[in-house]
């Protein structure tokens, strides 16, 4: 379970004004949910995801991933969260094997876990012929699964994605939205974020519009599929309402 | 789960970065530069005075070097995460950013320490002194100590400034370790270089042979406690660069 009540991030500009990343945004994505988080660039949902994912402090509200609370128990919200970021920043000299036993020892798991844990998650995301391959000469699809993979080593049940499609060709999405499919299936909680509205309006099951920090609409993809223009329309609707698609 | 894998993840995953042809060779190329140094000074004066040797070796060694491959190796803890957009993959970690401080210390220190030795080889075989056995010893120890002390030092201004990590550890050497550390006052006790230069005149056996006034920048405690002293001070340094890490927020601009 995701759950996000009130959250609120200002950060001070460099002129002194403060300027409202993410203003009483509220959120419940619930297990064996896709939620999907749209909003154009700049509109609060990098700083909401890294909210959830305890890289910043929220100003003021708080969030709680599959029971912890990011401010009391943001270790525990680590061990809970898988997270993804819009930048895939995968280190080039290391193969896909080589990340996810690192990432899988940072997290603190032991050897023996990893054995067992690295070559079922590269079979998962499709990486077993390539694992030994170092990343740099990986494709971009590849890469992302690989950033994937490091995001899931440690096997959580909530999943923060954001961007995942981001440089991705339009099978390499294709198979990433497949695969994030059977881990909603596996009952993990997964927000994800784009603003590449067409790759998943038929993939979550609700979805939240953000605008200027805050959530400006939301429904499930039957009420979003519903309204005039579809959710292309919803979202324009939302966010520059009087707007005609 | 155990901090510790952490730890020694980002150690392994920090010297294999290391572990490039071209930084090899530079390494091996600052290895070298003490020897070739001794070497000059050796033929021009025709004769190496032993005690100037030290000096030299010390000067060259657990300062110049380790000085040097500690501000290439400590300094980007930080910003070469977010230069190559890792920070926010390490830092979601339950540990992450401890371990990556801890873990680039660790490799910084066995990178730094392993060059600083094989050029202390070198510039001994240069040196042609005679019982540099003992002179090994004693350089190993210093260097041993001085990588400790000074990636710690480094490890603040990497975490409290880390795009101008380099320029700002430059400036905490020069003032703290070169200015205050041969001010003869308080101050000069929270150095690394005040505690490298007693241990050099207490093993070198130089304490009643030195003048009042170098006499007064050395502290006359047993080796052991200025040993304990880099410990303490290093371990400081590294809580306080820790604690400012874990309260870290870098706006998505710079964290991305």
């Known amino acids: 379970m995701i759950e996000a009540a009130g959250l609120s991030k200002h950060f001070r500009a460099a002129d002194g004004t403060v300027v409202k990343a993410v203003d009483g945004v509220s959120f419940v994505v619930a297990p064996g949910e896709m939620v999907g988080l749209l909003g154009a660039n700049g509109v609060g949902k990098t700083t909401t995801m890294r909210l959830l994912a305890t890289l910043l402090k929220p100003t003021a509200g708080t969030a709680r991933i599959a029971g912890c609370d990011v401010l009391a128990d943001p270790l525990g919200v680590r061990r809970r969260l898988g997270y993804l ?12 094997q080589e990340v996810l036993e690192s990432f899988g020892r940072l997290h603190g798991l032991e050897p ?54 981001s440089g991705l060709d339009i099978v390499g999405a294709r198979d990433l939205l497949d695969l994030l499919e059977r881990l909603r299936g596996e009952g993990r ?12 309006e038929r993939r979550c099951d609700r979805f939240l519009i953000i605008h200027a920090g805050r959530i400006v609409a939301a429904g499930s993809r039957a009420e979003m599929a519903a309204a005039p223009g579809g959710l292309e329309g919803a979202f324009f609707a939302a966010v520059e309402p009087g707007a005609e698609l | 789960m155990n901090a510790g894998h952490g730890i020694l993840a980002v150690a392994s995953f920090q010297l294999r970065r290391l ?26 004066a025709g004769h190496l005075d032993r005690d100037f040797a030290v000096v030299l070796l010390y000067a060259l060694l657990p300062e110049a070097l380790c000085l040097l491959g500690l501000l290439v190796t400590m300094c980007p803890v930080v910003a070469d995460e977010l230069e190559r957009n890792t920070w926010q993959h390490v830092a979601v970690r339950p540990w992450g950013r401890w371990s990556l401080l801890l873990g680039t210390f660790l490799a910084a220190v066995s990178w730094t320490a392993t060059v600083a030795l094989f050029a202390l080889g070198l510039t001994l075989v240069a040196a042609g002194l005679p019982g540099s056995g003992r002179l090994a010893a004693v350089f190993a120890a210093l260097i041993l100590v001085s990588c400790i002390g000074r990636a710690a030092l480094f490890a603040l201004p990497a975490v409290i400034m880390p795009k101008r990590a380099i320029v700002a550890s430059v400036a905490v050497a020069l003032v703290v370790e070169y200015l205050a550390g041969f001010l003869p006052a308080v101050v000069n006790q929270l150095t690394v270089s005040l505690r490298l230069r007693s241990l050099l005149v207490r093993w070198m056996g130089w304490e009643r042979a030195l003048p009042t006034e170098l006499a007064l920048l050395v502290d006359t405690q047993p080796a052991w406690v200025q040993i304990m ?3 303490a001070l290093a371990t400081v340094m590294l809580v306080a660069a820790g604690v400012i890490l874990a309260r870290r927020q870098f706006p998505p601009a710079e964290g991305s």
């Open chain 1, 85 to 96: 970021s819009a930048t895939t920043g995968v280190p080039d000299r290391l193969t896909p």
């Open chain 1, 112 to 165: 023996a876990a990893l054995t067992d844990r690295v070559p079922a998650l590269l079979d998962a995301l499709g990486l077993t012929s390539c694992a030994a391959r170092p990343c740099g000469r990986l494709s971009t699809g590849q890469r992302q699964r690989v950033s994937l993979g490091r995001a899931l080593i440690h096997d959580p049940p909530a999943l923060v994605l954001d961007e995942p499609t």
């Open chain 1, 189 to 200: 909680s997964i927000l994800i974020s784009t603003h590449r509205l067409h790759e998943i």
């Open chain 2, 19 to 44: 572990l490039t042809p071209q930084r090899v060779i530079l390494a091996a190329l600052g290895a070298a530069f003490p020897a070739a140094v001794m070497l000059a000074v050796r033929r021009i």
């Open chain 2, 229 to 231: 002293a880099v410990v």
